[in-house]
């Protein structure tokens, strides 16, 4: 190998490495190695921002946007509702959202199912006294099943498709994925449907015993109260008070400083701010009965408790609850915090919001719909609150006539849908300023970035390298075997880069691999497609999985009980079928 191709390869090796530690930003991480490439000089100073005008970058950002501006008109929930609350028993109930999920997840894109389909989910089980944690968790695998049947379901299969162009002349169709993409989905949706959610705990409560709002019983929160000068708590101890109130005290802030000191040794006083932890019931007792303020207090005339999940696009990413100034901008208080039942250290004035994070929110519903809206956050229950937006079933018509255009291949799938989005704001039906919003930046720009360092490592030779060390590696061991590996690998490698990652390494050396074979790249191409969307494993690997952590309850190994299974028949059935509608 020449200087320039150990070079990129170590520089994709140290960039995957920087990914899998999830120290920086997914998209910080990309920019730098582009920056790291232009420098060394292995991505040419002219290409370096060629990612931005391709036209997986184009059709990504598109749908981004078409799929959100759906979700925020409620224009697929009425059907979605009809089949969740159809269900009297768990099996009744996991099996039609499931499906729903996967048909979502085809048409729109993993996050924009699991949009639609969450608060549904989260009501449906409350209703029928299922726990979030045995639905949330199937719901999420099954988006990123159904997204490995069409070409907009996964930037991964755009990414597919365009490697393809590029190394053969021509593109995967938009249904191409669908031959072994459909049985690979079907046959997890029937484990998801029939058997994982089994194996998952029941967390949570899945009633409203408390009086709460139906479907607002997530928790446990951690907030900050104000011991008032009449509470009958001044004087009892630390321990004494988390025993007899069933919550957890995580420091004690006396005249504007923290008290260093054993718990057992700490006596309430006035004027004391507690940094508590407990479920809701219990914070909205504490503020009720025992003189803690503001902790939880009970919604004003007029006003509504709402929860909302920080998601990947959400502008709170990084900041605190008390720097976004949710009073002042939206007439809305962020009233507690919740981490999957993992504490943080300091108060809301220090906490660093994540994706998963929920929010309590209360607030009248227009200005709750207003910071929602503002935030890019998910509402975990349907209490008629849209994200935004207007204009009927415009939005929906001008998505099926794209839809169609690119199936029968009039128009190429990155015009068709920005023709779509174009018509929805000259219509009236998307506000300009929601276009911009709505897309989800992050992910253009990590794409953006990494798309010229995935061009270079197939034009260097560095791809064929690495092919060649493969092959040279493995033997003579045969076709069926070489796709066995990649499978492997793409699966193996998700969890930790995430699929887009994956891809855009595997992508080139899979064809390099194919061309010295001399075998047909597109099987290899398509398991790469199904593996790098496999990520059934961990809760970041992919965004879906991050977003349910904490409305599920969800622990690490949770993932692997559920997941483990629905992997390996991903694996044997995507073994069994790819080489038939794919030969070698």
Not at 238 to 264: Q, T
Request: with cysteine; charged share 15%.
């Amino acid at each position: 190998m020449s200087l320039d191709q150990l070079a990129l390869l170590a520089l994709m090796a140290t960039t995957l490495v920087v990914l899998a530690s999830d120290r920086l930003r997914y998209d910080v991480v990309a920019v730098g190695a582009l920056l790291g490439a232009v420098g060394l000089g292995l991505v040419p100073i002219e290409h370096a921002f060629a990612g931005f005008a391709s036209p997986v970058v184009v059709t990504v950002a598109a749908l981004l946007v078409i799929g959100r501006t759906l979700v925020a008109l409620g224009l697929l929930e009425g059907l979605a509702r009809r089949l969740a609350d159809g269900g009297r028993t768990p099996l009744g109930l996991i099996v039609p959202l499931c499906g729903l999920g996967a048909l979502a997840g085809a048409c729109l894109s993993s996050f924009g199912a699991l949009a639609l389909m969450m608060p549904v989910a989260l009501v449906a089980g409350t209703r029928r006294g299922i726990a979030a944690s045995r639905l949330l968790l199937p719901l999420s695998f099954s988006t990123l099943l159904g997204g490995m049947t069409t070409l907009i379901g996964s930037p991964v299969n755009l990414l597919i498709a365009q490697a393809r162009q590029d190394a053969l002349g021509r593109p995967f169709a938009l249904f191409d994925f669908a031959a072994a993409g459909l049985p690979v989905a079907v046959a997890g949706l029937l484990w998801l449907g029939l058997a994982s959610w089994r194996l998952l705990p029941e967390r949570g409560p899945a009633t409203t015993a408390s009086g709460l709002p139906e479907g607002l019983e997530v928790g446990p929160y951690q907030t900050e109260g104000r011991v008032g000068g009449d509470s009958p708590l001044i004087g009892l101890r630390v321990p004494a008070f988390e025993r007899s109130r069933a919550v957890r005290v995580h420091g004690v802030i006396r005249g504007g400083l923290r008290v260093f000191a054993r718990p057992a040794d700490i006596d309430l006083r006035a004027g004391d701010v507690l940094l508590l932890e407990a479920a809701l019931p219990v914070l909205q007792a504490l503020a009720a009965r025992e003189g803690i303020r503001p902790a939880l207090p009970e919604a004003r005339g007029g006003e509504e408790i709402l929860e909302a999940v920080i998601t990947p696009a959400s502008i709170a990413l990084g900041s605190c609850p008390l720097t976004l100034d949710a009073p002042g901008r939206w007439r809305v208080e962020i009233m507690a915090v919740a981490r999957n039942g993992r504490r943080f250290e300091g108060g809301l004035g220090e906490l660093s919001l994540m994706v998963g994070d929920l929010l309590l929110l209360r607030g009248r519903p227009d200005h709750l719909q207003e910071a929602l809206a503002a935030l890019d956050c998910l509402p975990l229950r349907d209490r008629g609150i849209r994200l935004a937006g207007r204009g009927g079933a415009v939005p929906l018509v001008l998505f099926a006539l794209a839809l169609a255009l690119a199936v029968l291949g009039l128009v190429p799938p990155p015009v068709a849908f920005v023709a779509a989005l174009f018509g929805m704001v000259v219509s009236g039906a998307l506000p300009l300023s929601e276009v911009y919003r709505r897309i989800d930046w992050p992910v253009v720009v990590f794409l953006a970035a990494l798309i010229p360092i995935g061009d270079a490592l197939a034009e260097s030779g560095a791809a064929a390298g690495l092919a060649g060390g493969v092959l040279k590696l493995a033997g003579d061991i045969g076709p069926h075997a070489l796709l066995a590996m990649t499978l492997a690998a793409a699966m193996g490698l998700s969890p930790l880069l995430g699929g887009v990652a994956t891809t855009l390494m595997l992508a080139p050396v899979v064809l390099s691999l194919a061309a010295q074979a001399s075998v047909s790249a597109d099987p290899f191409l398509i398991a790469v497609a199904i593996g790098a969307s496999a990520d059934f494993f961990t809760p970041f690997g992919h965004h879906n999985n991050a977003l349910i952590l904490g409305p599920g309850g969800y622990r690490f190994l949770d993932y692997g009980r559920a997941g483990l299974p629905l992997a390996l028949i991903v694996l044997g059935v995507a073994l069994a079928v790819i080489p038939q509608v794919w030969p070698f």
